[in-house]
């Protein structure tokens, strides 16, 4: 259960930045004229997991700075 509690709000960070890297992505390159979907599924991708990246270390430095004004 615990791996769920983890999971599940992971893998819905990462779904949103997926979803907004795509449709910029789909965007300029329709704005360009050259709509590959391949560019704009890696650039989807690549911005989940960086909003991922993000979100963990804010989540660690708030953890650990809530444990340090707690001692």
């Not at 910029?24 to 650039?43: H, K, P």
């Amino acid at each position: 259960m615990f791996v769920l509690a983890l999971a599940v709000p992971a893998l819905m960070v990462v779904v949103v930045g997926y979803v907004i890297g795509y449709a910029v992505a789909d965007s300029i390159a329709g704005l360009v004229g050259t709509a590959s979907t391949d560019v704009s599924e890696v650039v989807g991708w690549t911005t989940g997991l960086l909003l991922l990246a993000v979100v963990v270390r804010v989540m660690l430095k708030l953890w650990r700075r809530r444990r340090n004004h707690q001692k």
